[in-house]
């Protein structure tokens, strides 16, 4: 590998600096006081602290899984700081009372709260820490019937909706990391489409873990009821620690008839540093059912950050001619380790599905695409296409895919096409020899690998990957 | 086409290069002009190839021996793109193939990185697909392969056509075609030879490597070079690739 690529992929993380706030903390370490402590902070009903219990009950009784193609130190859960928030705690009644210190450290991640400053009419819930912060664009949203909220605040205005719904796509015991979050969370989006709705922006959630030793446990719940749409973008950053943090979310999507959900994805926490030293540890579980007939739900990713990748965002389609879709590109640099894919389940008859996923790999790191395609008994006529295609820069890197087919109805359509490649010293001289310099170079050739996804992207979040790949890739290549 | 006022543009002495160990290039001596065109002809492994690729850079070859300039300036203190801004252009022998990077994305990039080297404005996409549209004419391309990826998919002939139409936007002083007839059918042939003609000037120049005298048909040069054993062991006009074509490259082998 050039020094020229080298220096390519080792750019510094931009976003690891420390917000200094003011913060209120739960000491470290978990149990049943902790938990009741946490519900009660948040002046929480008692169905919400019984669902909270049941979970940390069944929590216990779990196994780490080790199924994943990672390696990491065993996570002491004692250690990890629950619940951390900023002071102060009173109820937001405008922009104009977000800490200013708070505000600056979005401004610095290019989220600006103040909604005439808002980018292109993007409403955003910000997620600092264990709480939501603000949720802009409110008012205007609720005059077309939806609701867009943190969490904690839809548990309060919205307790059916939110008893209705949660857990209903990832049970609380669904997996350790879900059960762990459906134990601990603190906070997270709310958002619910009523019937027949387009929602007319964009809605945006940014997560930000701050405290140094803390984990980041949030949920998202979005409902789109019958013939209502959404997009949806989330992006994160995290401070740069030497200690690794842990992010366990869930994230339930729910369609109902004709509905149409579209997820999109920058996760750019912090990765650790050249050594492997600090780094999230991203344990995510996303998952939409899509209930109704004719519903859909499309996942678009790009995961650059996390020491840690361990995230599968899935489709269950339920409704018949449902459609699910997964888009990802994950890159990994330095030590960094990412075992990511999808799940379709296919339930309903003429379900179709379809997963395009890119890895690519530089450095010593790894990356593994894991899938299943389950097309049930019942599933006539499903169909699913999968395309994975893994791009290694540098011969110190890896690349795995895993990918199951699981089919039980014989009517059924699958493919899958998979490719290797290796930016080859013949691509980087034909560059050169056309007067472009590596780095420009090897951002072609990403993003040209990368653009059956990256067109999935909403505009700006496409600006954004196309940058992030670049920096990230700093000095890698050559 | 040699003219008076020309100006020497490459000047190569006693060049000796390797690859992975084995000498390839045992003293090679050319010097070509501004406004000329040059034909550089010889079997399998005399070398040929190595010496464009050695020219242009490309990291598998070290150069352990002798000078090249190129317009007065060290060529070897030159990074493969800084040769390229200067004006060095090589059409590859096995163009590469970039999947997802557009052919109209790839061209502008390039064209806008020699703007910015001259201290030029670069183009919009807009402006750039006009100038664009005007060059693919050279070689007689559709417009739709500006959209599909580099190379992708492409024909032999059309992957060769590509190459020159990359020439035709960079505007290089000097091109080197690396055995850009291979693999052409007439047709394709005719075209290629079309494009590269149209694009000489009083101003430029062109060096061909080549195995065959048919190209040099087209393509008339004003000096051929036998190039044996890593060095070019004879030079002469156009009718020594007609005798070469007559008699075969023995009886050079034999002389030298």
Redesign the interface.
């Known amino acids: 590998m ?1 020094t020229a690529l080298h220096n390519l992929v080792n750019q510094p993380y931009k976003h690891g600096f420390v917000t200094d706030i003011e913060t209120e903390v739960v000491k470290k370490g978990l149990s049943e006081d902790v938990i009741r402590l946490i519900s009660k902070k948040k002046n929480e009903p008692e169905w919400l602290l019984e669902f909270r219990l049941s979970a940390y009950r069944h929590w216990l009784t779990m196994e780490e899984p080790s199924w994943a193609s990672v390696t990491y130190p065993k996570i002491d859960f004692q250690e990890i700081i629950y619940f951390a928030q900023p002071k102060p705690k009173k109820q937001l009644a405008s922009m104009d009372e977000v800490d200013p210190e708070l505000r600056r450290t979005f401004e610095k991640l290019g989220v600006p709260l103040h909604e005439q400053k808002m980018m292109a009419g993007v409403a955003v819930d910000v997620i600092f820490d264990s709480v939501s912060v603000t949720t802009t664009y409110k008012a205007k949203l609720a005059e077309v019937g939806i609701i867009f909220c943190s969490f904690s605040e839809a548990v309060h205005e919205h307790p059916e909706l939110v008893k209705q719904y949660l857990g209903s796509v990832v049970p609380a015991g669904d997996n350790f990391y879900a059960a762990l979050n459906s134990a601990v969370f603190t906070d997270g989006s709310f958002c619910y489409i009523p019937k027949g709705t387009k929602c007319p922006m964009d809605l945006s959630t940014y997560f930000r873990i701050n405290t140094e030793g803390s984990g980041q446990f949030e949920r998202t719940l979005i409902i789109a009821e019958e013939d209502s749409s959404v997009c949806y973008l989330e992006g994160c950053t995290a401070p740069q620690f030497d200690t690794n943090q842990l992010h366990a979310a869930v994230v339930e999507l729910v369609a109902l008839d004709n509905a149409d959900i579209k997820y999109s994805t920058v996760q750019n926490w912090y990765a650790g540093d050249e050594n492997g030293k600090g780094g999230i540890f991203n344990f995510v579980t996303k998952r939409g059912l899509c209930k109704g007939i004719n519903s859909k739900i499309s996942w678009t990713q790009v995961e650059t950050g996390s020491a840690i990748t361990w995230k599968y965002p899935s489709c269950v389609l339920l409704g018949d001619n449902s459609i699910g879709e997964f888009y990802s590109v994950a890159l990994t640099n330095h030590l960094q380790q990412a075992d990511t894919g999808t799940k379709m389940i296919h339930v309903g008859k003429n379900t179709r599905s379809k997963i395009i996923s890119k890895g690519i790999s530089a450095g010593r790191s790894s990356n593994s695409y894991r899938g299943l395609v389950k097309i049930g008994s019942r599933a006539t006529g499903a169909r699913n296409y999968s395309q994975c295609d893994s791009m290694l820069l540098g011969d110190r890197c890896m690349a795995n895919t895993f990918p199951t087919i699981d089919v039980q109805n014989t009517t059924a359509t699958i493919e899958h096409e998979a490719s290797t ?1 290796k930016i ?4 980087m ?10 780095e ?1 170079a090897v951002s ?2 990403i ?6 996804v990256f067109v999935h992207l909403p505009m700006e979040f496409a600006v954004e990957a196309t940058k992030l790949l670049g920096l990230k890739l700093e000095g890698s290549v050559g | 086409m040699i003219n008076k006022g020309s100006k020497t543009m490459l000047e190569v002495k006693n060049l000796m290069a390797e690859v992975g160990g084995v000498k390839i290039l045992k003293g090679v001596d050319l010097i070509v002009r501004s406004g000329e065109v040059h034909a550089i002809m010889g079997i399998n492994g005399s070398g040929k190839s190595t010496f464009s690729k050695v020219l242009a850079g490309h990291p598998d070859y070290t150069v352990t021996g002798g000078t090249a300039t190129f317009e007065g300036k060290d060529l070897f203190a030159l990074a493969p793109e800084e040769r390229a801004r200067a004006g060095l252009f090589l059409a590859f022998q096995y163009p590469v193939e970039i999947p997802g990077v557009s052919n109209s994305a790839l061209l502008r990039l390039a064209y806008n990185t020699l703007q910015n080297e001259r201290g030029l404005e670069e183009l919009d996409p807009i402006e750039f697909e006009d100038l664009v549209l005007e060059k693919i004419k050279v070689v007689e391309m559709d417009a739709n392969f500006l959209s599909r990826s580099v190379n992708e998919g492409f024909s032999g002939g059309e992957k060769k056509r590509n190459e020159i139409l990359q020439m035709a936007v960079l505007e290089p002083k000097l091109a080197i075609l690396d055995e850009t007839d291979s693999g052409l059918d007439i047709d394709a042939l005719r075209i290629v030879a079309n494009g590269v003609n149209s694009l000489l000037t009083a101003d430029n120049a062109v060096v061909m490597v080549t195995h065959y005298q048919r190209l040099l048909n087209y393509i008339v040069p004003d000096f051929v070079h036998v190039m044996d054993g890593g060095r070019i062991v004879r030079t002469g006009g156009k009718e020594l690739a007609l005798e070469l074509e007559a008699r075969g490259y023995d009886w050079i082998r034999a002389a030298a």
Do not use: H, L, P, V
Request: charged share 25%; aromatic share 16%.
């Open positions: 050039s490649s080859g010293e013949d691509q001289f034909f560059f050169a020899q056309r007067g472009i310099g590596s420009d072609m050739i993003n040209g690998f990368c653009k059956d």
